[in-house]
């Protein structure tokens, strides 16, 4: 029995952390990045799938490890889907923003349908446990398009038969971003002043490798609840 994690939104903040703590991770035999283009990442763990979001229903994934498997590095892991003898966690970071969507209809179609498309491909391949990064406040009832549509995913998910599911709701995420968000920039200020004096702790930024580690932690060691929700102000216990 081999476990494998499945791992979308592996280029952004959170996503390249939770790739190093899953490359350290013991447990876990291989690490499959499902991604539109190559990702800058080498380590023996790695398996990048390229794929089509839009046609993801489509794409084999036996048969995208078959042809990754030119070499024969990988024959136990393409035998061990074969012979069904493989345990799954799926990992997803996937989300943008409608800045870089251009639209409130691109955004949706990124942040909700791509995130259930792959959610429901993982389970068709036997992913037994689902892990999300929500964010705080996501409620499909708000005013707020961005929390809107958090809160949506959330519900949706929900709908799928996995045997777990681990929702992470973080705070103003710290680390380093590629780009610069001004928005997310004067909000990481904001929100250490207020939280700098003991106020409104559920909103003390926390750092992308904090999520990634909680992540982890949760799929390695939950097993009791179905659904869980795991708010910001629990993974800053993740140093």
Request: with cysteine; glycine share 6%.
């Amino acid at each position: 029995m081999k476990t494998i994690a499945i791992v979308s939104g592996a280029s952004g903040l959170i996503g390249v952390q939770l790739l190093h703590q899953l490359f350290k991770e013991n447990t876990y035999d291989h690490v499959i990045t499902v991604s539109r283009r190559p990702l800058a990442f080498k380590q023996q763990k790695l398996i990048q799938v390229e794929v089509d979001f839009d046609h993801l229903e489509q794409v084999s994934l036996l048969d995208k490890l078959r042809q990754n498997d030119i070499g024969g590095e990988n024959h136990d892991l393409v035998q061990a889907f074969e012979k069904e003898k493989v345990k799954i966690h799926a990992f997803c970071a996937l989300g943008t923003t409608i800045k870089k969507a251009k639209s409130k209809e691109n955004f949706y179609k990124i942040d909700h349908d791509y995130v259930i498309s792959f959610a429901k491909w993982v389970h068709q391949w036997g992913a037994s446990k689902f892990l999300y990064v929500s964010s705080l406040g996501a409620d499909q009832r708000s005013s707020v398009f961005y929390s809107k549509v958090k809160g949506e995913v959330e519900e949706d998910l929900k709908l799928i038969p996995f045997s777990y599911l681990g929702i992470f709701r973080p705070s103003v995420l710290l680390g380093d971003r590629k780009e610069t968000r001004i928005g997310e920039s004067l909000g990481k200020v904001a929100a250490k002043a207020i939280t700098s004096v003991g106020l409104f702790k559920k909103y003390k930024p926390i750092y992308d490798h904090q999520v990634a580690k909680a992540m982890v932690h949760q799929a390695l060691n939950d097993e009791l609840e179905v659904v869980k929700i795991i708010e910001s102000k629990q993974m800053q216990i993740f140093e």
